[in-house]
């Protein structure tokens, strides 16, 4: 698949670096942990303030490890979370997928929704495969098999790292990695690539990491973070493709950039959803509530072109305040003009995007 930015200078080959990697704890260790004044205040906790219940406990144990929206970081419960990088890109990348997580909804076309009906088949039927490569990288088994999907719709013959055929020189980036003949091998290369292994240890993965911020952060990084660094407008339809956070806009080759494209591959957030391998709640929003609600956080803009659930919402708004402009989602030429009409009536600035301050000024009527 296109490679949208890649880090400068060579990559090295061979696997991953010996990289001490957080390992999930038993009940024992946890117990032990709270009782212990000293490790907690090692782990940014205060003793006694309730952020050790879930935080030192991590992985597998049933507490909240992503991030809520609007918390800096920290989990439902409060406690910081264990996969949260400690600063950086990688630390601002997980925060804004942190911010995105909650009230996503689905944005599935019916041949998405049948093809991610043939993902979980195909993740079932060879489900010891994917196990088999994230107990040697650290990688949930559910991710490496999205991003198998993405790569390669999930084709066993090719690489992981961009969907070229075992058994030659690869073509598309990365392209300077030895030749592999076997799936397993060249998967666990591509995901303990240097760069790779770096972000893998700075959210402290394991194959058991349910936390969503963290599985997004690792995919966009895997991808590479053009959308991040060039198109911040735009989420990386690699990790939100069948979601309302992804509209338009993509790299249809590697490196260059197409605003009006809209990619139709699933996302790796749906996939790993779907499969029950993250802490997601996605949902089918039909009225547009949950995209609304993400358009008032300020985590999703509408504006011409957007056709997501949450214009039906805007535009039932927009209707109760004696701005009529249709029901069927679509953010077009009709809408967009009601919505300068709106702004002029508010004495604003005519732009015709809805903005978390617009939409809240829409919301008071």
């Known amino acids: 698949m296109p490679r949208n930015f890649r880090p400068s200078g060579p990559r090295p080959s061979g696997h991953r670096p010996n990289i001490p990697i957080a390992r999930p704890i038993d009940e024992a260790t946890y117990q032990d942990i709270l009782g212990n004044d000293e490790v ?13 219940q879930g935080a030192a406990q991590g992985q597998g144990s049933g507490a909240t490890q992503g991030p809520a929206a609007g918390t800096g970081g920290a989990g439902a419960t409060g406690a910081p979370s264990l996969h949260r990088p400690e600063g950086g890109v990688p630390r601002t990348v997980y925060d804004e997928h942190a911010a995105l997580a909650p009230n996503l909804s689905y944005n599935l076309t019916k041949d998405q ?3 991610l009906e043939q993902f979980a088949a195909n993740y079932e039927t060879n489900k010891a495969r994917y196990d088999a490569v994230a107990k040697k990288t650290g990688i949930p088994s559910t991710l490496v098999a999205a991003i198998h999907w993405r790569e390669s719709t999930g084709d066993f013959t090719t690489y992981l790292h961009q969907g070229d055929p ?19 091998e060249a998967a666990v290369h591509a995901l303990t690539m240097p760069d790779k292994a770096a972000i893998s240890e700075e959210l402290s993965m394991t194959e058991n990491t349910r936390d969503p911020a ?7 990084h895997y991808n590479g973070l053009g959308y991040h660094k060039y198109h911040s407008e735009t989420e990386s339809p690699y990790v939100y493709g069948g979601t309302d956070a992804y509209q338009r806009g993509k790299y249809v080759s590697d490196g260059k950039w197409s605003a ?7 996302g790796v957030m749906v996939m790993v959803e779907r499969l029950g391998g993250a802490d997601l709640d996605i949902q089918e929003d039909t009225d547009g509530s949950r995209g609304w609600a993400r ?3 300020g985590t999703l803009t509408l504006k011409r072109g957007s056709k997501v659930p949450a214009v039906k919402a805007l535009q039932r708004k927009l209707g109760e ?3 009529p402009c249709g029901d069927d989602g679509d953010f077009g030429p009709t809408v967009q003009k ?6 002029k009536s508010k004495k604003l600035k005519q732009t015709g995007v809805v903005t978390k301050e617009l939409a809240a000024v829409i919301d008071a009527g």
């Open 40 to 52: 907690l205040a090692q782990l940014g906790i205060r003793p006694g303030s309730g952020q050790d």
């Open 113 to 115: 929704k049948a093809e």
């Open 166 to 184: 075992l058994g030659k020189q690869a073509v598309n980036e990365p392209n300077d990695i030895p030749i592999f003949y076997e799936w397993e």
């Open 214 to 220: 963290a599985i997004a952060t690792f995919a966009e």
């Open 260 to 266: 009006t494209h809209k990619d139709q591959q699933l």
């Open 295 to 297: 358009v008032l956080a």
């Open 321 to 323: 305040a004696g701005f």
């Open 338 to 343: 009601t919505v300068q009409q709106f702004q």
